[in-house]
């Protein structure tokens, strides 16, 4: 069974600073995919970035950055530069194998609450 | 692009009053899922549709929730009859494939009283 694991509950990080929210992860597959996504208050569910097992190079997006530790089996979000409109719930996801029958159902943490403060 | 449209944002609703909710994917996108997210936990995967067909319910309680997607477009799931337990946030996402990135719409938040 995959299992994803986010131990930091809530982070408070100031402005224009950097900050790292935790996430590993437990498969014995070789091939996954692993998400991250922003929930503001709102609701919605917002995809930040992607890392696949068999990248090489860890994913960028924008002021998003994904430590990738396969050996570890980590995959940490690094936000940098922190903005107030950073404030909001972060959740690490694994989609499930490709050669299993659910292969693109996503298995989501607990989530942390990110605040940034001035 | 329009993103994944959802309605309604939030219904209150009594207990063992059916309750349905309307989910309407990005254009061109034929992967479909809905999600349960409970307070202060991530979603979890309720169903999942290839084009018309359901190809994973694993985790439908199927004695009241039943979902369709009849023209392989929007989709709607039902709650019949609603208990206090349902009382959770509903979130649909879609994807231009099964592999492909999930993209979330802005959920309903039911209310069972």
């Known amino acids: 069974a995959q299992k994803i694991t986010q131990t930091q509950p809530g982070m408070f990080v100031q402005e224009k600073e950097a900050v790292t929210l935790d996430c590993t992860y437990d498969?014995?597959?070789?091939?996954?995919?692993l998400f991250w996504y922003k929930q503001p208050s709102s609701g919605e569910m917002i995809f930040l970035i992607y890392q696949g097992s068999y990248d090489e190079q860890n994913a960028t997006e924008g002021r998003y950055s994904l430590n990738f530790q396969k050996a570890r089996k980590s995959a940490n979000l690094v936000i940098s530069a922190s903005q107030l409109g950073d404030s909001a719930m972060y959740f690490c996801a694994m989609r499930e194998p490709h050669h299993t029958g659910t292969a693109s159902k996503l298995t989501f943490g607990t989530g942390t609450r990110l605040q940034v403060t001035l | 692009e329009a993103g994944v449209v959802q309605s309604p944002r939030y219904k209150i609703i009594e207990k063992k009053q059916p309750v349905a909710f309307w989910c309407n994917p990005i254009?061109?996108?034929?992967?479909l899922y809905w999600y349960l997210q409970n307070l202060g936990q991530g979603p979890e995967l309720l169903i999942r549709y290839e084009n018309e067909e359901a190809v994973d319910d694993s985790q439908l309680p199927k004695d009241r929730f039943s979902a369709e997607r009849l023209k392989g477009v929007d989709s709607t799931l039902k709650i019949q009859p609603a208990e206090l337990g349902d009382s959770a946030v509903y979130l649909c996402a879609s994807s231009l494939e099964g592999l492909g990135t999930q993209y979330f719409g802005p959920g309903t938040r039911l209310t069972v009283l």
């Open positions: 498969t014995s597959d070789q091939s996954y995919g």
């Open positions: 254009s061109g996108h034929n992967t």
